[in-house]
């Protein structure tokens, strides 16, 4: 595994070199290429009809293109790294070759900009993956007049559910336009925000339970890890939460002023995520004053133990010492029983320590 880290870091950097020098709007892909091939998904819908499918041909990007009615119309490239076509679709599309150059380079962080007549997004899909370690995907949004673009890297997720819930929507949905998507997919992730972090607090409080009952020296990794993690969850919720609140303060032409209740529910929901993970945040430090408690309290335990054996065995030292002196006139070694009486004093006086110890509850 750190062996598959490394590479991926490796080729992070010579990626990130090859932007050096490069003018303003050169796409080049930076991050890990999970889906070679681009797939575009059309959605499009009005109060009376909803339709989806996939995009198989450049042909049907220029039809698309050059298509204007009534209707909303949503396009989802699920595959950013191939480049070449990304190029294309921003010539079909009239987009900005400096929104395409971010939507390529996945070390964005959450913002919002404008260009003109669009409107550029970026927010993060924030997952575990399965070796427990927070994971990063890039959802690039672009607003158009007339189309929403996302732009994704993801082969675990879709958006089906979305579709789902347009195609059943009638009602608000359908009558809608495409400020109200646009809400919809802010919200979809951050609903997902709250699950990472009740997820994050279970971790937290499995890892609590194990320091109460026996720490390791395995058990400061776990909490550094998950200091990690925390760390990595704050540096994509936190952005967010600035772009979502210039999005809120700022008048935009993109929102209408009816659907403005939905982007401040969608704050108000950030800003919960964002207070949650700061208090676990804060439970994760008091793991480790926990850990280094539980070890001070074994280690003391440890030596109360020694002290207390040392104690049982200083007299039992000081008798066997006193008869152990070569000394001649030293009537007790020619009694009879002396051996015995001796041995005897010192299992007593051994076995009444004990009896006390117990008593004090030092054992």
Known sequence: ?????????????QQLKNKIGKPPGTLIHVGESKIEKAIVTLTE????????????????????????DDKIKWIDVNGISDVDFLTKFGEIFKIHS?????VVNSNQQPKVEYYDKDMFFVLKKITWEENQDVAYDQISILITPQILFTFRDDTKEDYTSIQARIETGVNVFRKSKLDYLFY??????????????????????AEQEILFDDPTQNDIKKIQLLKKDAHKIKHAIRPLREALLSLVRQESVFIEQQNMVYFRDAMDHIIQVHE???????????LIDIYLSSVSNKMNEVMKMLTLIATIFIPLTFIAGVYGMNFENMPELH?????????????????????????????
């Open 1 to 13: 595994m750190a062996k598959n880290k490394s590479n991926k870091q490796n080729k992070k950097k």
């Open 45 to 68: 819908y009005n109060e009376q009809e909803y339709k989806t499918k996939k995009i198989e041909s450049v042909e049907e990007l220029i039809q698309l293109a050059s298509t204007n």
């Open 98 to 102: 400096m929104i395409l150059e971010d």
């Open 184 to 205: 919809v997919l802010i919200d979809f992730e951050v609903d997902r925000y709250f699950l990472l972090i009740e997820e994050l607090s279970e971790k937290i409080e």
């Open 276 to 286: 949650a993970l700061e208090t676990q945040r804060e439970s994760i430090t008091t």
């Open 335 to 363: 009694f009879e029983y002396a051996y015995f009486i001796v041995w005897g004093i010192m299992i007593v006086l051994g076995i009444s320590l004990i009896v006390y110890f117990k008593k004090k509850k030092w054992l």
